[in-house]
């Protein structure tokens, strides 16, 4: 089977969406977050599902995983609520991905994850990406919601 490599960017809210909608349910180990203050930079690596490969019959159950990475430029300040912290223990999962105009044409993009937690970038402009490392594994894990891929 061939399996495309998912890798976007994002740089105003309507690509933001894409990102959340890629991955929407994906866990996050806390280990795997971090903010590099120096380089003004963002990084997490999510265990997407392959949303796009559901209803592919050589998968087993249906659904697969993939390692990914998100990556915010150019960010000023990364703060995280109700999750443990940047860098700490355990898992969460991420709800959506939601960005809002702050003072002085600023940027505010925030992460949402279930159980309320969320982590929140400052940037002048979105500068993201998302990209698949690895090749997807079959999944026992089932999302808790399946979002509409086209």
Not at 31 to 40: G, N, R, S, W
Not at 73 to 82: K, P
């Amino acid at each position: 089977m061939n399996v495309e490599v998912l890798k976007i960017k994002a740089d105003d809210d309507e690509d933001l969406e894409v990102f959340a909608t890629m991955l929407q349910d994906a866990p996050m180990p806390l280990a795997e977050v971090t903010y590099l203050d120096e380089e003004k930079r963002f990084a997490a690596l999510f265990h997407r599902f392959c949303y796009e490969h559901e209803h592919d019959p050589s998968w087993k159950d249906g659904m697969c995983q993939v390692d990914c990475a998100l990556i915010f430029e150019n960010v000023d300040n990364a703060e995280a609520w109700d999750i443990g912290g940047l860098g700490g223990e355990g898992m969460v999962e991420l709800m959506t991905i939601v960005s809002d105009a702050d003072e002085g044409d600023r940027v505010v993009i925030t992460l949402v994850f279930h159980g309320g937690g969320h982590i929140r970038l400052e940037t002048a402009a979105i500068e993201g990406r998302l990209h698949d490392i690895g090749t997807p594994k079959n999944t026992k894990r089932r999302p808790r919601h399946t979002p509409v891929v086209g």
